[in-house]
């Protein structure tokens, strides 16, 4: 089977791509593509840069030039939650853009024509991820995550995206990776541990515990590829 992995920055991949070891890079569209074999799978790993456009462009080129079949995102995202503390892990039962705003043309936040305002990630991925958080030891938390074009430091806007989208966490790439995969028809999954609480301290937070926090998502996502099926 051949499986995507997605991060938005270096710090997401690269515990993934230390964990597999040797690999073979591809240049294509303005990005590197790091192809190996782990355990039994094809396996196509690539951190897309930061923010929606980049993100949709790297889940396409996965998905039409690499030919994945199953595409996992795994990265870092601000709590909004009060149940989630940094570190904790949260998969995406559905995802939303809480900056697309048409409202003046009588549509609800986050809602573009001939689409939806949530995408759901795959129900099959989903149940595989908390049969492997049962068996790790360690809580997983499922919830709609929020994605938007910014990094959100601000009290205000965190409580308007809770409020307006029944979010549990925000970041800056899930729901146009989601966008991508749901046009092309490829199964998807998108988990986030907790770097900071989106608030006027999150940009310290994030920046102290980056590292540690994408090194958790990153060893659950293999964790998951271990155990996919052909």
């Not at 230390?18 to 355990?39: D, K, L, M, R, S």
């Not at 003046?104 to 099959?124: C, K, L, N």
């Not at 029944?166 to 490829?186: I, K, P």
Request: glycine share 8%; proline share 2%; with cysteine.
């Amino acid at each position: 089977m051949k499986i995507a992995i997605m991060g938005a920055m270096r710090e997401e991949i690269d515990p993934i791509l230390e964990a597999v070891g040797e690999y073979v890079t591809h240049e294509h569209a303005g990005n590197i593509f790091y192809e190996c074999t782990y355990g039994s799978h094809e396996l196509v790993i690539a951190y897309s840069k930061i923010g929606k456009v980049f993100s949709a462009i790297t889940a396409s080129v996965l998905c039409e030039r690499f030919g994945a079949e199953k595409l996992l995102f795994s990265g870092v995202a601000g709590g909004i939650s009060k149940e989630l503390k940094i570190g904790d892990l949260v998969m995406a039962s559905a995802l939303c853009q809480h900056d697309v705003d048409i409202t003046a043309f009588g549509h609800p936040y986050g809602f573009i024509p001939e689409g939806s305002v949530m995408i759901e990630s795959d129900t099959d991925l989903r149940s595989l991820a908390a049969e492997v958080a049962i068996d790790m030891g360690i809580d997983l938390y499922e919830g709609i995550i929020a994605t938007g074009d910014q990094f959100v430091a601000s009290s205000e806007r965190k409580e308007w995206i809770e409020k307006t989208f029944q979010a549990d966490a925000l970041e800056m790439e899930g729901a146009s990776v989601a966008c991508v995969c749901h046009n092309f028809n490829v199964p998807f999954f998108v988990l986030r541990a907790i770097s900071d609480s989106a608030d006027g301290e999150a940009g310290m937070d994030f920046d102290a515990f980056l590292q540690s926090s994408a090194k958790i998502s990153a060893t659950f996502i293999l964790e998951m590829v271990k155990r996919l099926e052909h």
